[in-house]
């Protein structure tokens, strides 16, 4: 059965930093892409960041570009995101998704698993 | 503002079917046959519903389909029932630096 469980949510002050974890099982990890989607309290999805499979690829919304980082660890099967400068407008719970390649592409993906999600609160 | 225009809300009577509308431009669904849909519960992370505009990934009923003309994506869903009062999102490919790109939401009431 494929898990994704993510960790590290937190209320954390504006311009202050937090590490998103995603731990993931029942699958290959190491050959999906994985993404970040994030939702606000009572708003829509946005795709945060991607990585692919050898996270030789990245992909960032323009509004986390330069403040976030993705990354992964396909021994430990986890995924990661290092958030910097955060800002309340980050406030969201963050979802760890795994990418289901499109079949007529090599890199577009669509997120087919999605974790439970983690709070992340950005306020003084 | 997002980048794809749902509508708030639909509703229907269950055994009926309903169409949920997706609009975006050139960019992003008119170009590209990199569509799909989101199902989420309240509380609930979301699941894929449709991909690459008319699949259906395994495990997703039948019931659920989805298609696209021009500028706009549209997911039927037809013999409704309870179980599917949720919130519907579509997301697209888009040419801009940020690749994806999500709709606002439609809240399904099932009556």
């Known amino acids: 059965e494929v898990q994704l469980v993510e960790s590290g949510g937190d209320l954390v002050q504006p311009g202050g930093s937090l590490r998103l974890s995603c731990a993931a099982s029942g699958f290959t990890f190491s050959t999906y892409w994985m993404s970040w989607v994030r939702q606000a309290p009572g708003k829509g999805l946005e795709c945060v960041a991607n990585?692919?499979?050898?996270?030789?690829?990245?992909y960032y919304v323009d509004s986390v570009k330069g403040r976030f980082t993705i990354s992964r660890d396909n021994a430990k099967n986890s995924l990661y995101l290092q958030m910097n400068s955060l800002r309340a407008e980050d406030t969201a719970v963050y979802y760890c998704a795994r990418g289901l390649l499109s079949e007529s592409s090599n890199w577009y993906h669509y997120f087919d698993f999605w974790g439970q999600g983690t709070l992340v609160t950005v306020s003084s | 503002q997002s980048a794809l225009t749902q509508p708030a809300s639909v509703s229907g009577s269950p055994g009926q079917s309903i169409t949920i509308s997706c609009t975006g431009t050139r960019s992003d669904v008119g170009g590209y046959n990199y569509v799909s849909w989101y199902q989420q519960h309240p509380g609930k992370a979301p699941k894929l519903m449709i991909y690459?505009?008319?699949n259906r990934p395994s495990g997703v009923s039948n019931r659920f389909s989805g298609s696209k003309s021009g500028n706009t994506a549209s997911l039927t869903i037809s013999g409704l029932q309870a179980e599917d009062e949720a919130d519907y999102y579509c997301s697209s490919y888009t040419s801009s630096s940020s690749h994806w790109v999500f709709g606002g939401g439609t809240k399904l009431t099932v009556l």
């Open positions: 990585i692919r499979q050898d996270g030789s690829e990245k």
């Open positions: 690459d505009v008319t």
